[in-house]
């Protein structure tokens, strides 16, 4: 389970509003890359029960995702969310469309951070202190809750896109490169959403322009 000792180290070094950022979406073959920022109450028990419902959003099952992020966004004291597109995400990599999508939400937040836990992607440089943690949405309950935040916005964006574009079973695995994904993108060829860029997109492309 994640706890608050990251963030209590940065109230007492003197950050006293810190935001946890994650995403979700690197690796599906489609739809939009989804970050998350949020800031949880200064002063937090870790013992509040609300609080105990939040782990990495890996970990949890949708209902409990679910559950979850609506005592995200009724506890926490600001949540910001920002997507990349498809599009930019062919255009900027994967790496880029992730980290300007988390300092987009960033920006989104109706309160100002003093201080920036990201679960770990390669950040070169912030306009405002940070600290980049390995597993992250494992250790702080800013980050996780931040993580299921993601998740759960772009799930039900890919429930949505699968009655937009039938036959590739998005509701089921949400764009990533699962057997029968691949196995519809050969059959029915890219849709609106799928990530050009990628490998086993390009794949199918090339083969149809032969």
Not at 92 to 107: E, H
Not at 116 to 144: E, H, W
Not at 188 to 209: K, N, Y
Request: hydrophobic share 40%; net charge neutral.
């Amino acid at each position: 389970m994640p706890g608050l000792k990251l963030e209590r180290e940065l109230y007492h070094s003197g950050s006293q509003i810190i935001a946890g950022i994650d995403e979700a979406g690197r690796g599906p073959l489609a739809g939009p890359v989804v970050a998350a920022a949020v800031i949880l109450p200064r002063k937090l028990c870790e013992t509040a029960p609300w609080l105990n419902q939040i782990d990495d959003s890996k970990k949890l099952s949708q209902k409990r995702r679910e559950s979850a992020y609506e005592l995200i966004f009724n506890n926490a004291i600001a949540v910001a969310i920002c997507e990349e597109t498809p599009e930019a995400i062919d255009k900027l990599g994967i790496g880029n469309a992730t980290v300007k999508a988390m300092f987009q939400a960033i920006q989104n937040l109706d309160t100002t951070p003093e201080y920036l836990l990201f679960d770990f992607v390669p950040i070169k440089s912030s306009p405002l202190p940070f600290r980049t943690v390995v597993k992250g949405d494992s250790i702080s309950y800013s980050i996780a809750a931040a993580s299921i935040i993601a998740k759960v916005t772009r799930d039900r964006y890919m429930t949505w896109a699968d009655k937009e574009y039938p036959g590739y079973g998005f509701a089921q695995n949400k764009g990533y490169p699962t057997k029968d994904h691949i196995s519809k993108l050969k059959e029915l060829g890219p849709c609106g959403i799928h990530r050009r860029s990628f490998a086993p997109v390009q794949s199918v492309l090339t083969f149809d322009s032969l």
